[in-house]
């Protein structure tokens, strides 16, 4: 199984970015999809995760500016982020949480 995750960067408050997961090793289809993030200091917590019936859930603090999709034909997670804020920097987490299974992570910076 590999998680493999891009498109983290530095941005501005209020800017946008896009996260991506390339999922392989597993029917990508058929599972729960989650993404976490883990600021310097802080636990891991749970952004958004999304269902194999493509269900989602975000966390309180992104609601509204975070959005979770699959493209189950390439076998990838997305993550939306707008609206950017400083808190919300942290290194991010692509998972399958059913195994445990995790990517390396992607640092997002907020700053300006």
């Known amino acids: 199984v590999q998680l493999v995750e891009s498109g983290g960067g530095l941005v501005q408050p209020g800017g946008s970015l896009r996260l991506s997961c390339i999922a392989s090793?597993?029917?990508?289809?058929?599972?729960?999809m989650s993404w976490y993030r883990q600021a310097p200091g802080k636990e891991r917590e749970l952004v958004a995760d999304?269902?194999?019936?493509?269900?989602?859930k975000f966390a309180d603090s992104v609601k509204g500016r975070f959005a979770i999709s699959r493209d189950n034909a390439k076998n990838t997670l997305y993550l939306q982020m707008n609206s950017l804020k400083p808190e919300d920097t942290a290194v991010y987490y692509c998972?399958?949480?059913?195994?445990?299974?995790w990517g390396q992570g992607t640092q997002v910076t907020v700053s300006s």
């Open positions: 998972a399958r949480p059913s195994y445990n299974n």
């Open positions: 090793g597993f029917t990508f289809s058929s599972y729960a």
């Open positions: 999304i269902t194999a019936r493509f269900s989602t």
